[in-house]
């Protein structure tokens, strides 16, 4: 029998057999399964299953073993088979003790194995096959076989179809690429019955594209791509985890809600791989997944998508505002949520990028902090944010280096900062110094730093780059009415200064900005705190505040109507979710 391999390992027989009877009563018709009594014994199995090229889809391990730890073996395991599931088997009796919570913690931190999985009780435990059934659509994901699939067939990996994988990567859309001349692509293309313009997509439906432009993959997507001249209750722009946040809110409370994206779904939080720290996913959740299910939860609820699509331009006419945007389309709205985010300046050295989430981290160090128990850590930075993450990592990790190209602490932080800096016993500070390089067998091991005053480069040993080199507020396009700091992000509510927040006729509210009827939410705006729980809590907050600013017009008509738009004069309607209505603009 032939298919993917579900691997079972652990010392005591009795256990191991429920296991095993529990995969095979389920999954034999499309996996084998494979059980182990011993560390060695399953290493030396997985060691063979790997060099004959058989695909192993779960290894499911105790942590007790013969010749070693559970935590050890999936370790391993991780690099015989990448895209294996791994998970750790705990009984009742370790559900919520200290020590099996510690080691899960280390272990799924460093990537070791994906999540643990109580040992199944007496069949049907459903619990059991629910974790088991999550396991493997996830391999079915990394492995690309998953259903609703999207296959790019290209005659070359590169050009366009290259970039064609990149948008359905940026609409969330899973999708695998086909050479031409492989058996898989001439068996899905038998049908098509159409002379074939590479390089072309075939829909999960059997649709073929014949070489798409970006809009047609963005419409292929479920996203209505061009929305010019249409009015909405609530336009929010940007679609990353606040902004859909926004839109679930703003739909589900009967706004008729658009939301419009540069680019597609997700926002930043589509570059994390595994996001650990967000509610409700004990094992994490990749950005993607998150950014694809929060997407379906606004659209069932009645919200708009148009990806691909860059706000260009705003301002109030009357008591709405217009956003054109660059394909030279226009949207006018009673409230928009401005949810565009930031990006992190990235350090651009690819062999430190390769390990991102791997030891290297952008930005996160109060939440990773915890996990540098025992390890040699370095932040990149000279700001206050620098100063802060260091001092914060230095209570947990074994030593932390605090890298600044500057050549005093001082020019960067603030006074009370450098001074805790200095004082601090596990930290050290490395003025007019750069990271240049570094690299690790599948998590950070070694930096390559250089004195900038001699050139010299020094090869030091490390298990974490928390990098805080600044973010850049996407902002640049917006009207100077709306009030920034000086970094460019968006100052909101209470913060807005008293002659700013006169304009608005009332005491702000929540992320309301200093143009009536446009909030801010998410990592654009002054003061967030840059996690994805709190840009989506800000996006939610934010429809409180429309709801205040559109109750008995609150929003005042401080631009008079004039230029050609004035003649786009319409009513909105007020009525809810998709039945909505909604005039046109000329
Ligand atoms: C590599 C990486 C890993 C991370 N890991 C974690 C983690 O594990 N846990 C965690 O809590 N946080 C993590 N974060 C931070 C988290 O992703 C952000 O805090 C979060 O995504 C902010 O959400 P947002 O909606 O405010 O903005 P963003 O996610 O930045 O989304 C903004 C969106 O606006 C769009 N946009 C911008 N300008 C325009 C315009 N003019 N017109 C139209 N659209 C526009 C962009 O295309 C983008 O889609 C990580 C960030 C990065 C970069």
Not at 45 to 56: H, K
Not at 435 to 445: K, N, P, R, T
Not at 568 to 584: P, Y
């Amino acid at each position: 029998m032939s298919g993917p391999l579900l691997v079972a390992v652990d010392e005591d027989p009795a256990l191991l057999r429920d296991v095993e009877q529990e995969l095979r009563d389920r999954y034999a018709r499309t996996y084998r399964v494979m059980c182990f009594t011993s560390a060695e014994e399953a290493l030396a199995g997985l060691e063979s299953l790997a060099a004959a090229d058989e695909e192993v889809a779960l290894v499911l391990a105790a942590q007790r073993l013969a010749g070693g730890t559970g935590t050890e073996l999936l370790g391993k395991v991780r690099r015989l088979h990448p895209h294996a599931r791994l998970g750790l088997l705990i009984g009742w009796e370790n559900w919520g003790d200290q020590s099996t919570g510690t080691a899960l913690f280390e272990s799924m931190t460093h990537g070791r194995l994906d999540q643990y999985v109580m040992r199944p009780s007496s069949p049907p435990d459903e619990r059991f096959h629910s974790t088991i059934s999550t396991f493997l659509l996830e391999w079915a994901e990394a492995r690309r076989v998953a259903p609703n699939t999207v296959h790019v067939i290209g005659e070359t990996w590169s050009g366009r179809a290259y970039e064609l994988r990149q948008v359905l990567g940026r609409c969330a859309f899973p999708h695998t690429f086909l050479l031409a001349d492989s058996d898989e692509a001439r068996a899905l293309l038998q049908n098509a019955g159409t002379e074939n313009r590479f390089p072309l997509l075939v829909m999960p439906d059997g649709t073929i594209l014949p070489d798409p432009t970006d809009a047609d993959v963005a419409r292929a997507a479920g996203a209505t791509v061009d929305p010019q001249g249409s009015e909405f209750d609530l336009v929010i722009i940007g679609s990353g985890p606040a902004g859909l946040s926004a839109a679930v809110y703003g739909a589900s409370e009967g706004l008729r809600t658009l939301v419009i994206d540069k680019g597609g779904l997700g926002g930043q939080a589509t570059s994390s791989s595994l996001i650990r720290n967000y509610l409700g996913f004990p094992p994490g959740i990749g950005g993607g997944a998150l950014a694809r299910r929060a997407y379906e939860q606004a659209w069932v609820f009645g919200a708009s998508f148009a990806f691909m699509q860059e706000a260009i331009h705003l301002r109030r006419e009357g008591d709405r505002t217009v956003i054109r945007l660059a394909h030279g389309g226009k949207v006018a709205a009673r409230a928009v949520v401005l949810a565009t985010g930031a990006s992190y300046r990235r350090l651009g050295i690819p062999e430190l990028e390769a390990l991102n989430g791997a030891g290297v981290v952008y930005g996160a160090a109060a939440s990773e902090a915890p996990a540098t128990v025992g390890q040699d850590v370095y932040v990149l930075g000279g700001a206050n944010s620098a100063g802060q993450a260091a001092l914060h990592l230095a209570r947990y990790a074994r030593h932390v280096t605090l890298v600044v190209r500057g050549s005093s602490l001082g020019a960067g932080m603030s006074h009370y900062l450098t001074r805790q800096v200095e004082a601090t016993p596990a930290l050290d500070v490395r003025l007019d110094t750069e990271v240049v390089g570094g690299g690790g067998d599948g998590w950070l091991e070694h930096l390559t730093l250089r004195a900038r005053a001699t050139g010299k480069t020094e090869r030091v040993a490390a298990d974490g780059l928390f990098l805080m080199i600044g973010a850049r507020p996407h902002t640049e396009w917006l009207p100077a009415d709306i009030d920034r700091d000086n970094e460019g992000f968006i100052v909101t509510g209470p913060d807005l200064s008293e002659r700013r927040a006169k304009v608005l006729g009332h005491r702000p509210f929540p992320l309301e900005t200093s143009l009536p009827g446009v909030l801010a939410a998410g990592d654009v705006r002054h003061g967030s705190v840059r996690r994805v729980a709190s840009a989506v809590g800000e996006g939610s907050a934010a429809i409180q505040s429309v709801h205040r600013i559109l109750a008995a017009g609150s929003v005042p008509a401080t631009i008079p109507m004039t230029g050609p738009s004035s003649a786009a004069a319409v009513t909105v309607g007020s009525g809810s979710g998709h039945g909505s209505a909604t005039s046109t603009l000329s």
